[in-house]
């Protein structure tokens, strides 16, 4: 199975400041059809998993532009310009090119 | 819009069985792949499976094989998952999603 490695586990910021979460992947995302299924996903506290990213950089159409993913093969990143309060929650990447699917152990960002 | 409503909380004995819904709206059920994932307590997530609901068509996660069984029923665009032999090691909340749409979750505990 692809392995998915975030870091840091946690991030603590002030609003206003700017995120920066890394994910690798264990192989290569690009898969055969030339796409690469890397997304990205928030959690908030008590809630279901909300869609952020996908195909590594592509920001779905609710999610604000202070948001955006970069990266290719196996090394991405997502980055938040800068934080608001409605961004703290628990972000995983996760893999659609490979089965199984699998996801990043997570990266919590706490406020200040 | 896209709505994916799933049924409640269920607790449940050990060595039986249970039978969760994801009801689909807002869009051609028969059209998109419907995943299931499973998320232990305070930890990240694991993805069980899919079902392909225009043929009934399955891939799964190795682990999940003989655990879980994936269905669809067409006329009420509803996906069901059915979880086998439950031990403690089953109790999580379990997720549906449809490209990047999650349900609210199930809450299964198994305890005697």
Request: net charge positive; aromatic share 12%; hydrophobic share 35%.
């Given at each position: 199975?692809?392995?998915?490695?975030?870091?840091?586990?946690?991030?603590?910021?002030?609003?206003?400041?700017?995120?920066?979460?890394?994910?690798?992947?264990?192989?290569?995302?690009?898969?055969?059809?030339?796409k690469t299924?890397l997304n990205w996903?928030?959690?908030?506290?008590?809630?279901?998993?909300?869609r952020l990213i996908y195909q590594v950089s592509k920001l779905y159409s609710?999610v604000?532009?202070?948001f955006s993913g970069?990266?290719?093969?196996?090394?991405?990143?997502?980055?938040?310009?800068?934080?608001?309060?409605?961004?703290?929650?628990?972000?995983?990447?996760?893999?659609?090119?490979?089965?199984?699917?699998?996801?990043?152990?997570?990266?919590?960002?706490?406020?200040? | 819009?896209?709505?994916?409503?799933?049924?409640?909380?269920?607790?449940?004995?050990?060595?039986?069985?249970?039978?969760?819904?994801?009801?689909?709206?807002?869009?051609?059920?028969?059209?998109?792949?419907?995943?299931?994932?499973?998320?232990?307590?305070?930890?990240?997530?694991?993805?069980?499976?899919?079902?392909?609901?225009?043929?009934?068509?399955?891939?799964?996660?190795?682990?999940?094989?003989?655990?879980?069984?994936?269905?669809?029923?067409?006329?009420?665009?509803?996906?069901?998952?059915?979880?086998?032999?439950?031990?403690?090691?089953?109790?999580?909340?379990?997720?549906?999603?449809?490209?990047a749409?999650?349900?609210?979750?199930?809450?299964?505990?198994?305890?005697?």
């Amino acid at each position: 199975d692809v392995v998915m490695t975030q870091t840091p586990v946690s991030l603590s910021l002030a609003i206003g400041q700017p995120a920066s979460i890394s994910c690798k992947s264990s192989q290569s995302l690009l898969g055969t059809s030339g796409k690469t299924f890397l997304n990205w996903i928030l959690q908030r506290p008590g809630q279901s998993p909300k869609r952020l990213i996908y195909q590594v950089s592509k920001l779905y159409s609710e999610v604000p532009d202070r948001f955006s993913g970069s990266g290719s093969e196996t090394e991405f990143t997502l980055k938040i310009s800068r934080v608001e309060a409605e961004d703290l929650g628990v972000y995983y990447c996760w893999q659609g090119t490979h089965f199984p699917y699998t996801f990043g152990a997570g990266t919590k960002l706490e406020l200040k | 819009q896209v709505k994916l409503l799933q049924s409640g909380a269920a607790l449940v004995k050990p060595g039986a069985s249970v039978k969760m819904s994801c009801k689909a709206s807002g869009y051609t059920f028969t059209d998109y792949w419907v995943s299931w994932v499973k998320q232990s307590h305070g930890k990240s997530l694991e993805w069980i499976g899919e079902i392909y609901p225009n043929s009934g068509a399955t891939n799964f996660n190795e682990k999940f094989k003989g655990k879980a069984t994936l269905t669809v029923d067409k006329s009420t665009s509803t996906a069901y998952m059915e979880l086998s032999r439950l031990t403690s090691e089953d109790s999580a909340i379990y997720y549906c999603t449809r490209s990047a749409y999650w349900g609210q979750g199930t809450l299964v505990t198994v305890s005697s």
